[in-house]
């Protein structure tokens, strides 16, 4: 399975992510994930970003909104049209482009920065991918990126409740396993059952990884390690949003931040 294939799945699962995103369904994104990548994002006004796997572009305004200039790519092309007439509707100055994060169709050194919210472990050819954003990054740029926590979203992984039904632990195995290219179906816990009924499970193939392997890839493709991030929701926060509680238990997320180096 390639970057191309990957797309495919995505492309299919577009239509049904952007309306029950857009309608408050990805609790997770909303209310932990996005707010936690934003508080420990370094400064962006007046700077030139990229978004990396954009989607239907929501974080991508909520970059611009802080002041970036900013570009987003993503390889599926329903999603692409779904936050291009979210440009035309409000216009925020975002240039989205259809391209692969294997093959970024930009110039060297363009960008300041790069920003990837839950992208990464989506695609099998992280190396290149990797490369490809520090080719676009200016000398001293960064990039910050989101993914799934490898150790606690291994390709086995159990939630274990009690009788009222919180979350106390988690069964996890095959750490070490290589299921790279394993097809995982889910759908956003709190939408409603009438969505479930109507709608297509989100199918989305997986590429697992150590996270000694992430590091060792980032530090090779010639980014200096920055910044780790574990976000965990607050009690009033799951007290607000129940779904949440799992996070609260062992970090569903991992932040990473890595510079590229100034010339000497």
Known sequence: MNHLTVGEYWNANADAWTRLSRAGHDVLRDQLNTPAFLAALPPITGLRGLDVGCGEGHNTRLLARRGAS??????????????????????????????????LPFGAAEFDFA???MCLMDIPELERVLAE???????????????????????HRRVLRDEERRTYA???????????????EWFFG????????????????RFHRPVSEWVNLLIAAGFRLEHLG???????????????????????????????????
């Open 70 to 103: 900013m570009t987003a790519a993503d390889i599926a092309e329903n999603f692409i049209r779904h936050a291009r007439a979210e440009e035309k509707r409000a216009p925020l100055g975002i240039t989205y482009e259809r391209a692969s994060a294997v093959e």
């Open 115 to 117: 920003a990837s919210f």
């Open 133 to 155: 954003v520090f080719r676009v990054l200016r000398p001293g740029g960064f990039f910050q990126f989101s993914i799934l926590h490898p150790c606690f979203n291994p390709p």
């Open 170 to 184: 988690l069964e996890v195995g095959d750490y070490f396993l290589d299921a790279r290219g394993r097809v995982h």
């Open 190 to 205: 709190d939408a409603v059952t009438s969505a479930r009924d109507r709608l297509p499970t989100f199918r989305i193939p």
């Open 230 to 264: 574990e976000p965990c929701p607050s009690e009033e926060a799951v007290q607000l949003h129940p779904s949440l509680q799992d996070a609260a238990v062992a970090a569903y997320f991992l932040h990473v931040r890595g510079r590229k180096p100034t010339e000497e």
